[in-house]
């Protein structure tokens, strides 16, 4: 068979070396995720700068339904993904298409649903998300998610097929769409909010835009003749086989974005339940929900390189355990951690050091009592994030080997299984700074056991190396 530049950029996943491989798939992932993170981080920015610290607020509110969207973006964008990677390396191509084909239809019709469904109950989901009675933050909160609704699909094709670009060889591809999208979505922040004055609905206006100009880009390539795995809908049948496969392999991410979106908005509930007792004024739900804004944009702006990290790290695993090239699976494997863990480790100095600065980038103007809580906050909170990256890359790890379930377990492990319970025993103890105190409790249990888990799993990769 006549070995073309398409299908060569597959194949030098089972070739080339496997550090400069992570290195060419993990720098773009890195550089796509960390443009991603930066839509709600230059967004808070802006709104904390023009508008003011409680509409920081409003924004804390709608990021766990944002954070449903990216769950099901990567439901099926990494389900597929993992899919084309293993096929390709299997060589069953008409396989990849065909996931590539659903991976679409799904993506488009998810988040066309996500629209209509945001529109007709926007009252009724808002009022769950945690602000208290006569929160000012709840009025924020609306202005900005009702206009973020209709660009859902767009965020949906943008974030979802960029995985897929990324599982064929052309990660850079994935990389340009996503920094062009960061671009305009800073341009128009600027534009909407600094000169058109429209506060958070020129926010959410700039977020539409800059999704639509990503889906938009990697659309393009994907129904181009460069692509290797091409989207086309000739002889398409749709098959419920696929789609359950998809969801298989996409199922861990999925859970650990969804457990994460679960967690904002437990954090969001305690942030209006203790707030006013735990800081001393009337406000202090709102005061909370605006720490927890920031809080959380800076760990996602932390976080993003390390699920770029996993994500380039995937089709490389993907490829070569297909293969069963189990050496430079355990090689990948390691090298993965070890980029991860540094990331995770250098936000941690960050963060332990320059908290104050960090809360002054959102709200330069910030109450005492903000300023009290959010520094103090932050230092707790991620106290043990240099075990993240080991966490994250070994639990999709078990997803590559051909066991979902257990990647399934640890993502649930971390999220649910113990930080759910911390946060409601250590919040009714210690109100809100019990709430704070339960993230690093939890990492330090998820992190011994997926240590137990990955050292035995890696004793049959390596009993697999000795055969």
Known sequence: MMITPRSDAAN?????HVGRLLLRFSVPAITGMLVNALYNFVDRIFVGHAVNEIALGGLSLVLPLMTIGMAFAMLFG???????????????????????KHCFILLTGTGILITAAGLIFIDPILSLMGAGKGSEALGYAREYFRITLFGSAFFMVSFGLSHCTRAQGFPA???ISMILGAVLNIIFDAIFILWFKWGV???ALATVVSRFASAVFILRFILSKKAVVRLNFRMLKPDFGIVTQIMAFGSAQFLLQFLMAAIQLLNNKSAGWYGAASLGVENGGDIALSGMSIMGAIL???LMPVFGINQGAQPILGYNYGAKMYRRVLHAYLGAIAAATSICLIGFIIVQLFPVQLVRLFAPDGSPTLMQFAPRAMQIMMLLLPLAGFQIVSTNFFVVTGRPKVSIFLSMLRQC??????????????????VIAAAPVADGFAFLVTGTLIFLE???LRAHLTE
């Not at 389900?79 to 065909?98: D, F, T």
């Not at 299984?417 to 019990?434: E, H, M, N, Q, Y």
């Open 458 to 460: 890696l004793r049959k």
């Open 78 to 100: 990494i389900g597929a993904a993992n899919m084309i990677s293993m096929r390709l390396g299997q060589g069953r191509k008409q396989e990849a298409e065909n996931a590539l």
């Open 201 to 203: 609905e020129g926010a």
């Open 12 to 16: 030098r996943m089972g070739t080339e």
């Open 300 to 302: 996602m702006l932390i």
């Open 173 to 175: 591809v994935t990389m």
């Open 417 to 434: 299984i113990v930080l759910i319970p911390c946060i409601f025993i250590f919040g009714r103890v210690w109100g809100l700074w019990g």
